[in-house]
Structure formats: C-alpha cells, structure tokens
C-alpha cells in the first residue's frame, strides 16, 4: 500500500506542541549512548527538530558538542530558540537539500517525523551525505509493532488506520538506506510508561499529537472518556517507539549489536 500524506499544520500546533511534549527518557537515553564516542565539538544534527526537546536533553549530557537543528516550521523553531538556545536552528525542509555542509556531522538523529517527509530517497540520501565517514544516523519512529501496542492506540483505536497509511513501513526504510549506501547496524525498542496524572490527561485532551489532531472529533472524545474511566482504575500510559540506526560508509557499527 502506498503512503498517504496527512498534512499538520505545526505552525499553529507550535504553543500546543510546546507546552504538551517533552524529550522521553527512553528515547533520549539511547541517543545520549551515541555521544559518548563523540570528540568535543563534532556536529550533532537534528532532523526535524521541533521545538527543541531532544537537542535540549542531549546539551544537558554533552554540552561541549555542537548541536544544530532544522525544521519546516518557523513557529517551532522559535520555541525551540527558547527552550534549546545553545543548539543552531534553520528552516528547511527535510524532503529537500538539507543546508548542511557534506561530511560535517558526527551523529544525525530524527524523532518523530519521517512519516511527515515525503521525498523518503531525498531525505536518506542528504543523511548520508552531511554524515562524516564512520558515522551514525539515527530513526527515531514507529513501525506496526509500536502501533499496535501502545496506548494511544488501545485508548483511540480510529487511529491504527490513519498511521498505517502515512507511515513508511520499515523494508520502504530500508530500501532506501541500502540505496544510499546506509546500513541498518541495529533495530532497538525504546519504552516506557507515563502516569496517567491530571496534568498527562490534560495534555492528551488538547490534542497532543498529530494523530489526534486527525481524529474525528466524535472520536477524540470517546478516547478520551476510556482514558479517564483507565485514570480512575490507576492505570499508566505506554509509550513505545522503534529506534533503527543506520551506518554510513567505512563503519559505525561499533557497539551495538547487528539487526
Ligand atoms: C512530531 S514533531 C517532532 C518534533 C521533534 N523531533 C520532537 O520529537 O519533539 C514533527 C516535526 O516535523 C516537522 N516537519 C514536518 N515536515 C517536515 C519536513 N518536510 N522537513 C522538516 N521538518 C518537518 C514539523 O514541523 C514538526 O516540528
């Protein structure tokens, strides 16, 4: 099945985004492994990078590191100055030529965002041009296992649909790595489980992703009485991702076990 764009429009997401999401532990945690390796100020490049959350989390690990993020959306850059001001931010988009030097970077990461990119080829083959030799790209997304098991899906079934139609599936993924010369050095699960607190239901009530913002309103609010009737019984929300790192030509494998 082929893909299908949904468009978001962050411009207008960007003070709902900024005041609902946050880096999570079990994503950043695998990425901050990544920097260790990393010699004071190599390039650390943020695909998509929102309103700053993970180029944020990693400064706070290695803050001798230079960090740059770009983004289609100018309102979430300019939360992301705010909240990250020590990374570099530039509008662009990662569909097209990115405005980065080739070679220039030690670690290229994206989260959360390549079911928004709709020149897949274009956006493998411009990772692998500004990563140095030897290093590392990093996917941070979904795939149909995550889907299936985490919660905003148990709580908003109507959604399943929605991501499998505009979400890449991983051989599409993969097939593009392989024709830029990218090799998939490892598939990682990443999870975790957030409390169910009034300040957590809040933020799902004014639509904190943007599969729910593709949601029938009907639909919305019929997830949203199953997530209260869960607060009441103490339950916790499940929060999974697929992480899937990539190596660019002579290595980068070093580390992490093989696919
Ligand atoms: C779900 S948010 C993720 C933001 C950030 N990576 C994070 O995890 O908090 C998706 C981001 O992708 C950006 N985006 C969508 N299409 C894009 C494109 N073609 N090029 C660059 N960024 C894009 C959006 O503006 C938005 O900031």
Same mark, same amino acid.
């Given at each position: 099945m082929s893909r299908q764009h949904f468009p978001t429009d962050y411009d207008e997401f960007a003070p709902t985004y900024a005041w609902t999401r946050s880096a999570v532990p079990w994503v950043v945690a695998p990425l901050a492994q990544l920097l260790t390796a990393l010699a004071p100020r190599t390039v650390v490049l943020d695909v =998509?990078? !929102?309103? !700053?959350n993970y180029l944020r989390a990693l400064a706070e690990w290695r803050p001798d590191l230079l960090y740059a993020g770009f983004d289609i959306s100018k309102p979430m850059l300019r939360e992301a100055a705010k909240r990250a001001p020590q990374a570099q931010y530039l509008a662009a988009? !990662?569909?097209?030529?990115?405005p980065i030097c080739n070679q220039s970077c030690g670690l290229v990461f994206t989260v959360d965002v390549i079911h928004h990119i709709d020149n897949l080829a274009t956006c493998f083959s411009e990772c692998a041009r500004v990563l140095q030799p030897g290093s590392r790209l990093v996917f941070v997304t979904d795939s149909e296992e995550t889907f299936r098991q985490r919660s905003l899906t148990k709580f908003f079934p109507e959604i399943l649909s929605i991501e499998l139609q505009r979400y890449p599936s991983l051989p599409s993924l993969q097939q593009h790595a392989s024709a830029v &010369? @990218?090799? @998939?050095l490892a598939r990682e699960r990443a999870e975790g489980w957030i409390p169910l607190s009034d300040e957590f239901v809040t933020k799902l009530a004014a639509k904190c992703s943007s599969a729910m913002r593709l949601l029938a309103p009907e639909y919305h609010a019929a997830g949203m009485a199953r997530v209260r009737e869960a607060q009441a019984r103490g339950e916790q929300w499940r929060s999974c991702y697929t992480l899937l790192h990539y190596g660019s030509a002579f !290595? &980068? =494998?070093?580390g992490l076990t093989s696919a």
């Open positions: =998509g990078c !929102g309103t !700053g988009d !990662g569909s097209r030529a990115f &010369g @990218l090799q @998939l !290595g &980068g =494998g070093s």
